[in-house]
């Protein structure tokens, strides 16, 4: 089993539309975590931090789920430009973070 | 300017050959970190250097070294290269006491 499992996609979602991923970690050690997006062919940026009481950045909602070792990313009203991948990244502690694989989003107009 | 800069961006060298990627960054950060990205694999974790007399392996350090030249400076070696270290490579640091990386802009390589 893969430390950090993400399901691959895609989603395919029109305009406006909410989408979630969900992102599932085997460390129950682990401390930090974050969702990073990836454009195709570019670097990974950090999209947010995932923090245990859940976080808001404007139209992008991160929840921590500590029991169930998952973490979750929501997308409301969907635009064009958040097709990209997203990846999760989970920190046990130290210098060592792991991703999942990613999750690709086409939103189509 | 990138704050995190890779050269080559784009390498096409033969089995056998030597390689070095290069990584320099102007944050300040302590540490440094180079992956590997494939497709449907993820990022994976070569090396990680805490400080410059700070070496460390990541889950998949054979067939790679690195030299922490200076605090800002972190370099890949494929002494011979093979074709499955064709990929995309990122250098990557982040401050001390966060887990947030900040990456390079890749260097993609491909071992013929």
């Known amino acids: 089993r893969k430390e950090v499992e993400q399901d691959p996609g895609p989603f395919n979602v029109p305009e406006g539309a909410t989408v979630a991923f969900n992102c599932t970690y085997s460390?129950?050690?682990?401390?930090?975590f974050f969702w990073y997006r990836q454009d195709c062919r570019k670097e990974p940026k950090l999209l947010m931090s995932v923090y245990s009481s859940g976080n808001e950045d404007g139209r992008f909602t991160a929840q921590l789920n500590r029991a169930s070792q998952y973490i979750s990313l929501l997308i409301r009203d969907s635009k064009l430009s958040d097709s990209a991948t997203y990846l999760c990244a989970v920190n046990s502690g130290g210098f060592k973070t792991i991703f999942g694989a990613g999750t690709r989003l086409f939103v189509k107009a | 300017d990138a704050d995190v800069t890779q050269t080559p961006r784009n390498r096409i060298t033969k089995t056998g050959k030597r390689i070095m990627l290069e990584c320099s960054q102007t944050k300040g950060h302590d540490r440094m970190y180079w992956y590997r990205q494939d497709p449907g694999l993820g990022l994976r974790l070569i090396y990680y250097s805490f400080d410059v007399k700070d070496i460390n392996k990541g889950e998949i350090s054979d067939g790679y070294s690195v030299s922490r030249q200076a605090q800002a400076k972190f370099s890949l070696s494929l002494e011979s290269a093979i074709p499955n270290q064709t990929a995309l490579y990122f250098c990557?640091?982040?401050?001390?006491?966060?887990?947030?990386?900040?990456f390079g802009e890749g260097s993609r390589l491909t071992v013929l």
């Open positions: 990557a640091t982040s401050e001390r006491g966060t887990g947030e990386l900040f």
């Open positions: 460390n129950s050690a682990s401390q930090s």
